[in-house]
């Protein structure tokens, strides 16, 4: 949940950015600055999206409790 | 008198006749098959159904007890043309026959339809498909809840495609029935506690391919009502084919497969990827804009800088072409110089010592010297001499010197 906030203050960030910069009212040194920013917020939120970090879990409910399992996938591409 | 008397034979107490009616209705008729249209339905407190079926003739009464009607599909209303299946039956309290209800069908449609048809108009009504109660889905969601079965090729298929399309995202399978008579209640209940549970964005409803009678939980109103109170988007996934379920019109989207599900959270990871990249490029844009502007201006100004240089060279020009005109006007200055000076010298010509001699006078020279004579003492008796005349010269002998001539008295 960390990471999915991040991203979307980055994303926002990065939006902010861009319309910083295309309104063309930043000076040299600021716009260079915020390139280097936005191209890092555009390169990091990239790679949230490129990361192979898939969990795959089962809730289920014992007792009224619920319970985190592990799902078995191992079937999974088969079909 | 004497026909009275004869009908004065028996005489029946009401309920004696009422129970001789009902003896022979209900033994001569008994089970029937009934068609008809339902008019006047309510429903009694404790849950029996009481209506009348007519048709353009003739009207009878009908009840349907809480036994009988509990499990049924669809909610009779008037209006309805159904087949019924009952005995008939004499109330006596009201001295009223009636059919008593066992079973009941529309007629035309099935059951499952109608009710299909009825549960939609009545949620429709109360406004659970309304686009005003649609919940966004997440810019992008990184944790899925899927409600289904966890054996079911549903689950396979939306796993494939994450794997392959958005391999960021976590899934949390809450597994249920999806068919029978509990997977409603499963349901519900799955989608209430994903809700719970939190931390998962969105919710995808979903169960493979099936018969409207596989399908039928995804019709139940309690599903519809549990879609349509989860705090996170629903999305519904139910069946292979073009088979809408209440559920499909409730949830916040729907698609027609699982598949189709999954693929919905890949086209949004691909479509902030193109985000993205659009934003990098309006990065790089307006960096180089912006320094191809400062450029231009840096010209500009550079181009400001060097106009007093500029302005020397003109000033040079100007000199320059001061200094031609100054040659110019130099030596037109000479030439005036030169001409006053050529008039000069004629009028010199004119007081020449040669000019006095056109007035007469003349000039001795001593010879051979040439020495000019100024005075009788250089020269002496026998020196020749050369005069010169106005015009032309003669030479002559002295003959005498007289010293001092204006001295002596001339």
Redesign the interface.
Known sequence: ?K??TV??ED?KK??K??EE??G?K?T?GE??KK?EE??RL?KS??Q??????????????KDGK?D?GK?D?S???Q? | MQKISKLEKHIYSVSEITQAIKGLLEDKIGEVWLEGEISNFSVGPNGHFYFSLKDQNAIIKAAMFVYANKGLKFKPDNGLKVICFGRINVYAPYGQYQIIVERIEPKGVGARQLAFEQLKKKLEQEGLFDQAHKKPLPLLPFSVGIVTSAKGAAVRDILQILKKGASFVDVLIRPVRVQGELAAAEICAAVEELNHFGKSDLIIVSRGGGSTEDLWAFNEEIVARAIYNSALPVISAVGHQINTTIADLVADIFVETPTAAAKIIVDKKNALIAELAAAKHELDFSVTELISGLENRLTGLTHMLKSPADRLQEKQQFLDELFSGLNYNMRHALELAGERSHSLIERLGTLSPLSILSRGYSLSMLMPQGEVIKEAGQIKPGDRLKTVLHKGSFTSLVQEVLKDERENGI
């Open positions: 949940m990471e999915k991203f979307e994303l990065l939006q950015i861009v910069l295309s063309g930043v040299l716009s260079l390139y936005g191209v555009a939120c990239s949230v999206l490129a990361e192979a970090q898939r969990k795959v879990e089962l809730l289920m409910k619920f985190l799902f996938d079937g999974e591409g079909e």
